[in-house]
């Protein structure tokens, strides 16, 4: 009985490796959608850890260690900023640093994320998507 309950501790940890393993190595039978959720959790995790101490839970610039910046983060919410950017300027200051694009070097660089294409997708996604929230607010204040 227990040496049953304990092969099956075993099986279970052998294929829940191997699945950890395949996503992480993005399987070419994946659906590209199981891919770019992967990627999506991976730049929310590390937003928690790297963006939002600087940036902010909600992209507004007001992080923890945000005061003692300067230049301080801009707000992601700001339409006009999200409008003058494109995805190459975000996507390029997120591995390079602020010195890539010929802004501050308070904003760290990300090297590691350079293999890591889909997950620079994802924070870019994450950094547009405070733009949207702002927009749904918006849209949200005409409809009161
Ligand atoms: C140590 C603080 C700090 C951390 C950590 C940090 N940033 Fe920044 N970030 C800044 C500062 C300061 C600026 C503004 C630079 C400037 O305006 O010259 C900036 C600018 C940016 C910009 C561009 C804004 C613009 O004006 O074009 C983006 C996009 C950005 N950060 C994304 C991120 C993401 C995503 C992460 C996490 C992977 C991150 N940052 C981590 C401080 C930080």
Redesign the pocket.
């Given at each position: 009985m227990a040496l049953h309950t304990a092969v099956r501790l075993l099986l279970l940890t052998v294929l829940a490796g191997a699945c950890a393993r395949g996503a992480a190595a993005g399987n070419p039978g994946d659906p590209p959608a199981a891919a770019a959720g992967k990627a999506t959790e991976e730049a929310e995790r590390?937003?928690m850890l790297?963006?939002l101490?600087?940036?902010g839970p909600k992209g507004r610039g007001d992080g923890p260690?945000a005061r003692t910046?300067a230049?301080?983060?801009?707000d992601?919410q700001d339409h006009e900023?999200q409008e003058s950017?494109t995805d190459t300027?975000?996507e390029k200051?997120?591995v390079g640093g602020?010195i890539a694009?010929g802004?501050?070097a308070?904003?760290?660089p990300?090297p590691d994320l350079r293999t890591r294409p889909e997950v620079v997708t994802a924070?870019r996604r994450?950094?547009r998507g405070f733009g949207k929230a702002e927009k749904e607010k918006e849209k949200e204040k005409e409809r009161d």
């Open positions: 590390i937003y790297r963006c101490p600087c940036h260690t910046l230049p301080r983060p801009r992601f900023w950017v300027h975000i200051i997120i602020g694009v802004k501050s308070g904003m760290p990300n924070l994450k950094v």
